[in-house]
């Protein structure tokens, strides 16, 4: 590889007479020494416009600071930062080869994300497709599926079929359980019949926890992973349910339909009678006083612990080693414990819910 | 410490002895240590703003990249200012973050610093409770920086009726520092200032 010598900055400076004659005691504005100052013969630049003591800078100072403002980036171009001069910057030609390299190397950095983004969407699409396949056959029954798929346009599988999921997934995303509480609950103290079905409803809040508007409430967020999974596999349950229960029906299609609608409306019932016990179960919570039957009657993990450490050379027993025989009395109250949350699901220290 | 920042900082420490604001007494360098990492610098409040006759400690702490990274600057002396915290006494000044050059000096910052207490930039604030009195109460952010100058910095315009106060949330059981800053981000207002504390 030849050195291209004229490209080389510290041979330009380094042959220029003129600017040696014409400052006597230059300093540098990077590290302030000045020419008395220098034992060794260090190169000088005069790199932009500035004149003065910011003039004259140190070759090995100047390259110090132009790293410091690249930050590794060896493309960015730096500017003086008194007089917003661009910096001259040059590399010796290292050669055809090293250029290409160069070339190729930001090239390949400047589109690797873009790849990468692709090969992902395409993998995401795949599997959307692959998806809808398994879907449609799995409603329609394989022959059928299949024979229904060969037959469909192009362009009605390439969109049609990745949209399954997709659909799936937005239809989950529609909360009708949590509108059907609310009604239920605006309109259960109402309508007399409802009032005898439905006794849990009419629950009004108290009137001192009302007040504490900015208190989160219970409202359970959606979870991103559960939605997926459940609109995933209602296809899968749907067809289950429905050979399971409407074996009479002779068309596939609509036994997965009534499948899939009785599991969805099964499940929502189930999931608004439980939200509502547990809204009422948080309602009736309450914090006891700190009294010794209190502590005994309901104790906490770390209590536990705390009394059977009792020995100097006992070290603490912790949940998991609660088998080991040294620790008997953790296990005992620990079993009490358990025996109390067969009550309450949220049964912990002090917080105990009323008994419903 | 490298050799370039302690050399570097020797050159400086030498200008700034010999520089013509030093023989004004505008502003002073002091080395805390041997090997020139830490440095106590004061700057006197420019004339003809509230600072005027108030002197103001800074801590100066130059880093080991010196001079390719700025000095960390703080005020040691409490000062009611919208790019400085009245709390902590950090600054927010460009030329002490991104902007710093390496041909700046601790005297250019030093001067810098005193040029930004003679004109505030309360649309970049430091400390959000003075910048908005800045904006929205001129002549209270100015009795208020006078009053904290005679308090702190030694200055010369101390307003009796802000010392009564004081006193008097002294007098409930709040100490000095404590009443003043209540007192001053609420504008003077002692039941909301009282409230602050207590509330």
Redesign the interface.
């Known amino acids: 590889m030849d050195v291209n010598s004229a490209h080389d900055s510290t041979a330009d400076t380094s042959a220029e007479p003129l600017y040696k004659t014409d400052d006597p005691r230059r300093s540098c ?5 000045t020419d008395d100052d220098d034992n060794t013969d260090p190169c000088w630049v005069q790199p932009c416009n500035c004149r003065g ?2 003039k004259w800078v140190h070759q090995s ?1 100047l390259q ?2 132009v790293d ?1 403002k690249q930050k590794g980036n060896a493309l960015t171009k730096v500017a003086c ?2 007089c917003n001069t661009e910096y001259i910057i040059v590399f010796p030609n290292m050669g055809q080869l090293v250029m290409f390299l160069d070339t190729v190397d930001t090239i390949m950095l400047k589109m690797s994300p873009f790849l990468a983004a692709g090969v992902l969407a395409g993998a995401v699409y795949w599997t959307a497709i692959t998806y809808g396949a398994i879907t449609i056959m799995q409603v329609v029954g394989h022959e059928e599926g299949l024979q229904v798929m060969s037959q469909a346009h192009t362009l009605v599988l390439i969109v049609g079929l990745p949209a399954i999921p997709v659909m799936l997934i937005f239809g989950k995303m529609i909360r009708w359980e949590e509108t059907a509480l609310l009604i239920l609950r605006k309109y259960t103290p109402k309508i007399p019949i409802l009032k005898y079905f439905l006794p849990s409803f009419i629950y009004q809040e108290e009137p001192e926890q009302q007040n504490y508007a900015g208190v989160p409430s219970l409202v359970d967020t959606i979870c991103a992973t559960r939605v997926f999974c459940s609109a995933l596999l209602l296809p899968t349950i749907a067809t289950f349910i429905g050979r399971l229960f409407y074996e009479s029906v002779p068309s596939k299609v609509q036994r997965t339909l009534l499948g899939g609608i009785t599991f969805i409306l099964v499940k929502g019932i189930l999931r608004i009678y439980h939200k509502q016990q547990k809204y009422v179960q948080k309602c009736h919570r309450r914090i006891l006083d700190y009294t010794p039957e209190n502590i005994k009657r309901h104790p906490h993990p770390l209590n536990a612990t705390r009394y059977t450490a009792s020995g100097p050379g006992n070290p603490a027993p912790s949940p998991s080693n609660s088998l080991s025989p040294n620790s008997s009395i953790s296990q005992g109250l620990y079993g009490s414990q358990s025996s109390l949350s067969t009550e309450s699901s949220t049964s912990s220290h002090v917080v105990v819910p009323a008994s419903l | 410490m490298a050799n ?1 920042a302690s ?2 900082i020797k ?2 420490f030498k200008e700034v002895i010999r520089s013509e604001e030093v023989a004004r007494c505008s502003i002073r360098v002091e080395l805390l240590d041997d090997n020139y990492s830490e440095l106590k610098g004061e700057i006197a409040g420019p004339p003809d703003t509230p600072y005027e006759g108030g002197k103001f400690q800074l801590e100066i702490k130059v880093p080991e ?1 010196y ?3 700025p000095p960390k600057v703080k005020f040691l002396t409490k000062v009611w200012h919208p790019n400085i915290s009245s709390v902590t006494g950090a600054i927010c000044l460009d030329i002490l973050k991104d ?5 700046m000096t601790l005297r250019t910052v030093l001067l810098s610093l005193q040029a930004l207490m003679a004109s505030p930039e309360p649309d970049d604030p430091q400390d959000a409770v003075v910048a908005r009195q800045y904006k929205e109460f001129p002549e209270i952010f100015v009795s208020t920086a006078e009053h904290w100058t005679s308090t702190y910095a030694g200055g010369p315009r101390k307003k009796e009726e802000y010392s009564k106060m004081i006193e008097k949330l002294m007098g409930i059981g709040c100490d000095m520092d404590q009443a003043l800053v209540a007192l001053s981000s609420c504008n003077w207002d002692m039941n909301k200032a009282i409230e602050q504390i207590f509330g």
């Open positions: 504005w990077v590290c302030f020494a003591t910011t100072c110090r600071w410091e930062p008194q | 370039i050399q570097r050159r400086e990249t001079p390719f990274n902007q710093w050059a390496a041909a």
